[in-house]
């Protein structure tokens, strides 16, 4: 049985470019009040004039299946928010249909409605009641509710007295317990710690094994392709993809190349012989397919193409990356001679490509420098970053968990044994 | 099965049931507002005696006192705190529905729930504000040795009538206040104009017979009038027609913010 289906669904925000009091009531009032006659004209020439319209969806459609636990998945802006926002009839859309067969829940933040004054207990009663549970309901649960937190003692605690992970542990916690047929969920699993977060996937799939309905929006892959059978691509408010997970996944990963192939050739301050010059860089997957982004824990291969000048054939050529964080710290450098790899002859035209395993990155923006080198002459150091390495979340550990949430952008695997001593 | 159509530009027809299904949310949020109101004070819920008591002293003591109005032979403090009650429960009642959706903005741009509820649980917080300062009034009325008509059983109507008069207004500024911040300097200001406007520190017999119409419109001008009849009796004189122009401008103020806050409504989250 189709539990929701989408029909045409569009949103329009219209954006306004003076944003000095446009709104403002003394606007409004004072220039009806002095000229009406020319208010009149001109609310609708101001209108059009200094206002845009911005789509944030355009025409989607798409149907989910009573049982479907489906990702919503897209880059920033793609409009994933606003089509949750519009299924959990936050907003209204500009044009377009849909039909929910069963009781909505909607997730959209963690802990909304939270009271920072009131008790642990209290806000499991407010915040219940406000996502749409029933007092008697709230009251069944509650032992499960503080049981699943794990904040026990602290039930009677003003909650502004929690730490940040208490807080979104019973938040989370008061959420979870919902029972609705058709759950909707924003990047709410992006929370808590480590342990936490497996704890919530666990409950996540529970919902999915329950024969309910979910729709969930996240930017970490793991999470998606270990939650959802079907996903769902939207770029710029249009659906480019459904289907399996893996396979929508997969084009998200690869969709629009253009972006990250970036032209050295641009780059004006280098030094060097000049017998080669590096001109192009770009990601691929391990099958060789371009990729937009790279992800945690997956191989991927930092592609660069190079031309020898006229006439020059250098040998015995070394080529190296860097890695830079986005402040272009250098993160780590890797030259084809540490791997024992240098090249005695190339090609006059051609390309090095980099296979890194098991990418130790975390989510984030980095900066990928390179440098050639051949004999001991330096031939091309471009001065500045040659192009960017966009890293989004991957299940680095093989366990779907995301691991730590602060600033540490190197990802490291090993093993813990204990033993007696 | 529960089936839920969302459509463009279409008003929900499942509103009013929605309304019905999310009555518990008008309770806590009350319960909220309330838990949280003298939260980190000192004297706690007695705030909402002090702030009418002082305003009383300093009524009777002017319009009383220095301005020798006429009290129809009853003690000044109670007339004038009868006089309190409703309008303290009106302004306080339109000030806070006023910022309700304001200060509620993350739960309006995070949760579905009918908006409704939002500046209608705040009249309610009002409501228990207003209970407690009447529980007051009877132990005033007892230090005066003050007995209230027989009329007090018609109280209620009253204070419907002063419920629907804050909620009406209420939605109206609530709905203004999402896209106009301007009323959050307004609303202080109407309600310190009011407190002198309406007849508060004094009875409407004072108002020139010729002007009572018109200064019935002032919906709270019949609620307190119809107070004073309710509680101490007879000896104040009712004026029913303006207490009827009072009920229709409560009506009028009911029937218009429901409207205007409902066609808004839609895009509140858009805007707030």
């Known amino acids: 049985m189709t539990a929701i289906t989408i029909e045409n669904i569009s949103k329009r925000y219209i954006i306004n470019h003076r944003s000095d009091g446009r709104d403002a009531l003394r606007h409004a009032l004072e220039a009806a009040v002095r000229s009406p006659l020319v208010w009149l004209r001109e609310r609708r020439q101001r209108a059009s004039q200094a206002t845009e319209e911005f789509w944030a969806l355009r025409g989607v459609s798409f149907s989910v299946e009573q049982g479907d636990v489906v990702g919503v998945i897209g880059r920033n802006g793609a409009g994933k928010s606003t089509l949750l926002k519009i299924l959990s009839r936050i907003t209204q859309p500009t044009e377009g249909r ?67 992970g208490m807080y979104v542990r019973l938040a989370f916690s008061v959420a979870a317990h919902l029972e609705p047929e058709i759950l909707i969920v924003d990047e709410v699993l992006a929370v808590g710690d480590a342990q936490f977060q497996s704890k919530c996937l666990g409950k996540m799939q529970d919902v999915a094994k329950g024969g309910r309905t979910a729709l969930f929006v996240s930017h970490n892959m793991a999470s998606v392709e270990q939650l959802c059978n079907r996903a769902v691509l939207l770029n710029r408010g249009v659906v480019t993809a459904t289907g399996p997970s893996r396979n929508v996944i997969a084009e998200y990963l690869q969709n629009t190349v253009s972006n990250t192939q970036s032209l050295i050739s641009s780059v004006v301050q280098r030094s060097g012989t000049g017998a080669l010059r590096l001109t192009s860089v770009h990601l691929e997957d391990p099958s060789g397919n371009p990729i937009d982004y790279a992800q945690s824990g997956k191989d991927v291969a930092v592609v660069l193409g190079y031309r020898c000048a006229e006439g020059e054939t250098p040998r015995n050529v070394d080529v190296g990356i860097s890695l830079h964080a986005s402040d272009t710290t250098m993160l780590s450098v890797l030259y084809t001679s540490y791997m024992r790899r240098p090249f005695q002859d190339i090609p006059p035209v051609g390309t090095f490509r980099f296979k890194l395993a098991q990418l130790p990155l975390k989510e984030g923006q980095y900066l990928i420098g390179a440098r050639v080198v051949a004999s001991g002459d330096e031939l091309d150091w471009p001065q500045e970053p040659v192009g960017r390495l966009d890293v989004i979340s991957g299940d680095f550990y093989g366990t779907g968990v995301k691991g730590y949430e602060g600033a540490a952008p190197m990802l490291l695997n090993g093993e813990c044994t204990v033993t007696a001593s | 099965m529960n089936e839920l159509i969302i459509e463009a530009g279409r008003a929900e027809r499942q509103y009013w049931r929605d309304l019905w299904q999310y009555r518990e949310l008008f309770y806590f949020l009350a319960w909220r ?89 705040s009249v309610i917080t009002s409501l228990v504000d207003f209970l407690i300062s009447a529980a007051f009034l009877a132990v005033l009325m007892g230090f005066y040795r003050f007995a209230p008509s027989g009329n007090i059983v018609f109280l209620p109507l009253f204070v419907l009538l002063a419920f629907f008069a804050s909620l009406g207004a209420g939605l109206w500024i609530a709905a203004l206040m999402v896209k106009y911040r301007d009323f959050r300097f307004i609303v202080p200001f109407v309600v310190q104009f009011g407190l002198y406007l309406s007849p508060v520190g004094f009875i409407s017999t004072v108002v020139p017979e010729e002007w009572r119409l018109v200064y019935s419109l002032n919906p709270m001008v019949g609620v307190i009038d119809g107070f004073r009849w309710c509680i101490l009796g007879g000896a104040q004189v009712v004026y029913w027609p303006g207490v009827a122009i009072s009920l229709l401008a409560v009506v009028a103020l009911m029937v218009s913010g429901i409207w205007y806050f409902r066609r808004t409504e839609r895009t509140f989250a858009d805007v707030i």
């Open chain 2, 33 to 121: 507002d309330l838990l949280v109101r003298y939260k980190q004070t000192v004297v706690g819920i007695a705030w909402s005696l002090i702030r009418p008591l002082l305003t009383m002293l300093v009524l009777t003591l002017v319009f009383g006192k220095f301005g020798k109005m006429p009290s129809g032979g009853v003690p000044y403090p109670i007339l004038v705190f009868c006089g309190m009650l409703p309008w303290q429960f009106f302004a306080t009642a339109l000030s806070e529905s006023g910022n309700s959706l304001v200060t509620n903005s993350n739960l309006i741009s995070k949760v579905y729930f009918p908006r409704l509820v939002v500046p209608a649980s």
């Open chain 1, 98 to 164: 849909i039909h929910l067969r069963g009781r909505v829940a909607s997730l959209l933040e963690v802990g909304t409605g939270f009271h920072q004054d009131l008790t642990g207990r209290e806000n499991i009663f407010l915040n219940g009641s406000i996502l749409g549970m029933r007092h008697s309901e709230i009251r069944e649960k509650l032992d499960e509710i503080v049981a699943f937190s794990e904040i026990e003692k602290f039930l009677d605690t003003p909650v502004k007295r929690y730490s940040s």
